[in-house]
Structures are given as C-alpha cells and as structure tokens.
C-alpha cells in the first residue's frame, strides 16, 4: 500500500520494536497516550525517543491551552530533532483559532501536525495556513466524526482534494477504529494514517479466508464454554 502507516502511542518499548521491525513509518505521541502510558517527564520521554528513532518523523504535542505560550513551546521542541513534527490543536479549549500561530510556525521552516481538525472550515483555515515549502501534516479525526454517526469519506476526500494546492502538506487519517480503515483512508487519497497498536496487530488477518475465521470464532467460543462449566440442559 502507498499509504504511510504511523503508530499512535507512549510506550517506549513498543515504539522501538516497531520501529526496529520496520513495521510503520513513524509515529505520534498525545498527551492522553502520555497519561495513559505512564510518562511523568515529558521531555524525558521525548529525548530517549528520538535518541533512537531517527530517520522517521515523531510528532510531540504542545500543552498549552493559550497562543503566546503554545508557540513558546512549538519552538523548544521544534529543536529536539530534524524529524519533530509540532502538534498544534486547530482551537484551543476556548475556540480560538491557532491559524495565525501555524502560518508564523511553518513560515520559520518548523514542521508542525495541526491536530483536532473536523469541519470543512478548519481544513480551509490551515491548509492556507501552512507554508508551501514546509512539510506539514493536516490530521483529520475520522474515527471521532465516525463516532458521530456520520460517514467521515466524504469529508476526508474532499479534504484531500483542498490539501493539493500545497505538495508538502501531507493529509493523515486520525482516530483510526477498525483494519479497515487504512484501506479507506488510502482510497481517499491520504498521505498517512494513525493506527493503535492494537489495530496494526489485526494485520494478520489480512487476505485470510473468511471460511477459517469463522471455524476459529467457533472453536473460541467453545474454548469459552467449556471453561465456564456451564450446562443447559440438566
């Protein structure tokens, strides 16, 4: 496939294996992956990553809630490596809009990933935003506008469309749910799309007979019956 796989997460160990094995193309960290994985020094964390991981982009996100203070920190970790992405939220918590803070960031040559976008307008805003000789990733939540009941293709292609009058502007499919979805964000023309480890892990399952899948459900459900001890007739 022509679509770059990222992995989505914060455990050190799992990213090195990945990487190690060649199995994705590069990575992205979120504060609640941070949370969720046990990180306390955030720059810690970042450094050791990047000590290792060195030919392949990593995003690191910035924390502040407010412009001034995001673009302070855009700036330090900008200088951790060459292959840093900046994850700059499209709105802060308040509904400001962070256009102005990427178009000076990806001016200055700084790689940034605009993150949380999910509206037609948000796409406008920063694909004028980013500058035409940096590379830069637009992240489209598909898996969450999906959450929503509503079908995230249409949105995702016409994104993808908006996206070419800016070559190094790259469009990565977020929030990834189900194996599936790299095939659709492929078909919609993505550049990149972000799967959690425990998705990339179904990637065995790829081209096998839906014939076999349905004999080892089966056998599962047995394996799980007979555990349990349990009886229906007397």
């Known amino acids: 496939m022509a679509i770059k796989v990222f992995a989505d997460g914060a455990n050190l160990e799992g990213m090195l294996d990945m990487y190690e094995n060649g199995n994705v193309q590069g990575f992205t960290t ?3 992956l941070m949370k969720k994985g046990g990180v306390t020094d955030y720059r810690a964390f970042a ?15 910035v924390f502040a809630d407010d412009v001034e203070t995001m673009e302070v920190e855009a700036r330090e970790i900008a200088t951790w ?10 709105v802060t918590t308040k509904g400001e809009s962070t256009a102005e803070l990427v178009r000076k960031l990806s001016a200055d040559g700084i790689k940034v990933n605009v993150t949380t976008i999910f509206t037609p307008e948000q796409v406008d805003e920063m694909v004028e935003a980013v500058d035409a000789e940096t590379p830069s990733i637009i992240s489209l939540f598909a898996g969450r506008i999906a959450d929503t009941g509503v079908d995230p293709i249409p949105f995702v292609t016409e994104s993808v469309k908006k996206a070419a009058v800016k070559p190094n502007c790259e ?13 659709q964000a492929e078909a919609c023309g993505c550049q990149i799309i972000t799967v959690p480890n425990s998705i990339l892990a179904k990637r065995k399952n790829i081209g096998r007979d839906p014939y ?12 799980d019956i007979a555990s349990l001890g349990f009886h229906i007739l007397p």
């Open 81 to 90: 490596a060459d292959n840093v992405y900046v994850k700059i939220p499209c």
């Open 30 to 32: 979120n504060p609640s």
């Open 212 to 223: 076999e899948v349905s004999l080892d459900t089966v056998r599962g459900f047995a394996k």
């Open 47 to 61: 450094k050791e990553v990047l000590a290792h991981i060195t030919d392949v982009s990593v995003s690191f996100e």
């Open 171 to 183: 469009v990565l499919w977020a929030s990834t749910r189900e194996l599936i979805n790299i095939y």
